[in-house]
C-alpha cells in the first residue's frame, strides 16, 4: 500500500460525490414520503370509522323509532362495516395509482 494521497483518484472520488449529491437534490426527503404514507393510513381508518359510526347510528335511530332493538342497529352497523371497507379499497386503489404514475414518470426521466 502506498502512503501518499492520488490526487487523480480524490478527483474522481470528489466528482462521483458531486454527481450523487446533486441527483439526490430533485428527490423529496424520506420524511415527507413517511408522512405521506401516514396521512394515507389515517385516511382510511377514519373512512372505516365513520362507516362504522354511521351505520350504528342509522341502526340505532330506527330502532329506537320502530322498536326493534337490537336487530336494525346490528344489520346497519355491519352495513357500515362493509361501506368503510369499500371506501378503504378505493382509497387504496388511489393510492396505487398516485404511486405507479409516479414511478413511470420517474421512469421517464432516467
Known sequence: MSDG???D???DFEQRLERLKAGQ???????EE????AQHAWR????????????????YGLDALFGS?????VVF???????????MI?????????NEAALAARDERE
Open 5 to 7: 494521497h492520488d490526487p
Open 9 to 11: 483518484r480524490l478527483k
Open 25 to 31: 437534490q430533485d428527490e423529496r426527503p424520506h420524511t
Open 34 to 37: 413517511h408522512y405521506s404514507m
Open 44 to 59: 382510511m381508518v377514519i373512512e372505516l370509522v365513520a362507516g362504522l359510526g354511521i351505520g350504528f347510528a342509522i341502526g
Open 69 to 73: 332493538a337490537p336487530w336494525l342497529m
Open 77 to 87: 352497523t355491519l352495513l357500515g362495516f362493509v361501506a368503510g371497507v369499500k371506501t
Open 90 to 98: 378505493r382509497s387504496a386503489h388511489e393510492i396505487q395509482k398516485e
